[in-house]
């Protein structure tokens, strides 16, 4: 099964195995947002602590599938800890790196001949900082599956903001 | 097309002789052939289906009931000929109480904005169940937020059958029962001739949401007592863009028209206009008309089957999928809804080792088993059963024992990948 191990990459199936940050914080401090994929009935929840402009705890809680998970589990590994800065250029790496030719993924030519997405927005995705993150690349050959993969980054973006508003 | 004898006794089905009308179904993906497990969805199109649309459209293709000429007049004959089809196939008293809409989900809308708008305001209620589909959910809603009426909802039980022992109360003061005839997930078929007949005591009339009984089941209006019925072409062979709506020649004569247009007028003045008769006041504007001409290829095809030995076929495969899953698998397999396989629609929604059914479905797909995973337009359904998401099969006249071998041993394979 090729194609489906360059979906499931060891790193997903490792974060959908034993999810990271996982549980919740008591709200306040915490601030707290919930977020849904329609299409499949996924519900997330991203809990956020922020102090001295530096992102000191995510955890996330919530029912997904593996992808969602995954991506919500190496989503807090990689940020938690960081400045809200280092965090939002992760963000906007991350959704850059899913956003890319979005709309010719139908015909997958947007995709280079490793199935790829061969695009001068991966100039503007620095590897090291997204990490295990990089695993999610397979995920552009399903365009199905993006959004499963983003669930839990659009609504980190909400829980982030109203801690940044109240800080 | 296959030959195949229509019988008052229903002797098997042999899908194998079926498979060769759907091209589609000779496809591989990733190296493997189709197992097409999605006809609850939507279901396949056979080559006489296909065949008769683009015959039509090639050498009689006009629109209807505007020119005189030939070949309007032919393609005039052929919409109203798909009328008749449908109404003897639904075993309606008169083609006009056929009222052809875009698909089952306008035709609900149409008897909502319609039939609802006129009879019901603040104290009415609508009783519909845990078990609709968005479709027979959401429209009611969207009157009750506009006429201040009451929705109230029949639950179920812990096997997925409707619970009636409030039946009556909820039905107190009701003006409408809206109910499926056969839950899209759990496959629970519903008793809707005992349902319509309680609507009818209790002074409600009935709409029954055919969706997954028409295609798959004997259905006659009159049997049925119900009031309405509404279903889709697309989920019975034919093509996508044409539904039906069934109703009662008084209760469609009584309700103003729903769409404003061409073809649903008798006559249009500056300061008014008057409404067609039955069935053309309600459908205004150019219809699906090669839509119409597939559909009533599609039901020559299952006629040709015999709607008994559909049934029957459908039986016999839940009967084999219940076993084989649940032998296969134990207690690593949870199908959803009523255990006996007399008692469902040729539909497993099943919880599959604690994978989830989208990451079922692309491993499932990996195979070339084709499954629906999701909420199947039914979120409230979903919460009564306390689960995000289901996996589901489904089956029709082109599956056989060997599409569930397939969705077996593919399932075995998800658990293998996905298990430590």
């Known amino acids: 099964m090729a194609g489906l191990e360059d979906l499931y990459k060891e790193v997903i199936l490792d974060h959908y195995r034993n999810p990271r940050c996982r549980g919740e914080l008591s709200v306040p401090p915490a601030t707290m947002a919930e977020g849904f994929n329609p299409l499949c009935g996924d519900e997330v929840t991203v809990y956020c602590e922020v102090a001295d402009g530096r992102l000191d705890k995510v955890r996330v809680a919530g029912q997904g599938c593996s992808i969602s998970l995954s991506s919500a589990s190496m989503m807090a590994e990689t940020i938690e800890g960081r400045s809200l800065e280092e965090v939002h250029d992760v963000i906007v790496m991350f959704t850059t790196l899913?956003?890319?030719?979005?709309?010719?993924?139908?015909?997958?030519?947007?995709?280079?001949?490793?199935?790829?997405?061969?695009d001068e927005a991966d100039g503007r995705v620095d590897e090291r900082a997204l990490g295990d993150l990089v695993a999610l690349r397979g995920v552009l050959r399903y365009p199905r599956r993006i959004k499963c993969a983003t669930l839990g980054w659009t609504t980190l973006t909400r829980a982030l903001a109203e801690a940044v508003a109240g800080e | 097309m296959s030959t195949v004898q229509t019988a008052a006794e229903p002797t098997d089905l042999d899908a194998s002789l079926l498979k060769a009308d759907y091209p589609i179904l000779a496809r591989k993906v990733h190296g493997n052939r189709v197992v097409y497990l999605d006809s609850a969805a939507s279901s396949q199109k056979p080559d006489p289906v296909l065949d008769a649309m683009r015959s039509f459209a090639r050498t009689s293709y006009a629109n209807v009931h505007r020119g005189v000429y030939t070949i309007a007049e032919e393609a005039t004959a052929a919409y109203e000929s798909a009328r008749r089809a449908t109404a003897r196939f639904i075993g309606a008293p008169d083609p006009r109480e056929v009222i052809?809409?875009?698909?089952?989900?306008?035709?609900?809308?149409?008897?909502?904005?319609?039939?609802?708008?006129?009879?019901?305001?603040?104290?009415?209620?609508?009783?519909?169940?845990?078990?609709?589909?968005?479709?027979?959910?959401?429209?009611w809603q969207m009157l009750a937020a506009e006429r201040g009426c009451e929705l109230r909802f029949i639950a179920i039980d812990s096997q997925g059958r409707l619970d009636l022992g409030d039946l009556d109360t909820l039905l107190d003061g009701a003006k409408l029962l809206t109910v499926t005839a056969e839950s899209n997930v759990l496959g629970t078929i519903n008793d809707v001739g005992a349902l319509a007949a309680a609507a009818h005591a209790a002074g409600a009339l009935c709409l029954v949401d055919a969706c997954q009984s028409v295609?798959?089941?004997?259905?006659?209006?009159?049997?049925?007592?119900?009031?309405?019925?509404?279903?889709?072409?697309?989920?019975?062979?034919?093509?996508?863009?044409?539904?039906?709506?069934?109703?009662?020649?008084?209760?469609?004569?009584?309700?103003?028209?729903?769409?404003?247009?061409?073809?649903?007028?008798?006559?249009?003045?500056?300061d008014g206009f008057t409404v067609n008769e039955l069935p053309w006041k309600f459908e205004a504007g150019t219809m699906p008309i090669i839509e119409a001409v597939g559909l009533e290829a599609a039901i020559d095809v299952l006629e040709g089957i015999g709607m008994a030995r559909v049934r029957a076929h459908e039986v016999r495969l839940n009967r084999h999928a219940l076993g084989t899953l649940n032998d296969?698998?134990?207690?690593?397999?949870?199908?959803?809804?009523?255990?006996?396989?007399?008692?469902?629609?040729?539909?497993?929604?099943?919880?599959?080792?604690?994978?989830?059914?989208?990451?079922?479905?692309?491993?499932?797909?990996?195979?070339?088993?084709?499954?629906?995973?999701?909420?199947?337009?039914?979120?409230?359904?979903?919460?009564?059963?306390?689960?995000?998401?289901?996996?589901?099969?489904?089956?029709?006249?082109?599956?056989?024992?060997?599409?569930?071998?397939?969705?077996?041993?593919?399932?075995?394979?998800?658990?293998?990948?996905?298990?430590?």
């Open chain 2, 328 to 420: 296969r698998f134990g207690d690593k397999i949870r199908i959803w809804g009523p255990p006996d396989a007399e008692e469902r629609g040729g539909i497993a929604s099943f919880s599959f080792d604690d994978i989830h059914p989208h990451d079922i479905s692309q491993v499932l797909d990996e195979h070339g088993v084709c499954v629906r995973a999701g909420h199947h337009c039914a979120k409230p359904l979903m919460r009564c059963l306390g689960i995000g998401a289901t996996a589901r099969a489904s089956w029709y006249v082109y599956n056989d024992e060997a599409d569930i071998d397939a969705l077996a041993d593919a399932l075995a394979a998800t658990a293998e990948f996905f298990t430590v």
């Open chain 2, 215 to 270: 295609p798959h089941m004997p259905v006659d209006v009159t049997e049925l007592g119900a009031d309405f019925i509404a279903f889709s072409a697309h989920k019975m062979l034919g093509p996508t863009g044409i539904g039906v709506l069934w109703g009662r020649t008084e209760l469609l004569d009584a309700m103003p028209p729903f769409l404003g247009g061409g073809e649903m007028i008798a006559d249009v003045r500056l």
């Open chain 1, 98 to 118: 899913m956003s890319v030719h979005e709309a010719s993924l139908g015909d997958a030519s947007g995709l280079d001949a490793d199935g790829l997405p061969a």
């Open chain 2, 100 to 139: 052809f809409t875009r698909n089952a989900t306008e035709a609900i809308n149409l008897i909502a904005h319609s039939w609802g708008r006129t009879n019901l305001g603040p104290g009415d209620a609508v009783v519909a169940t845990e078990m609709e589909h968005h479709a027979n959910i959401v429209p």
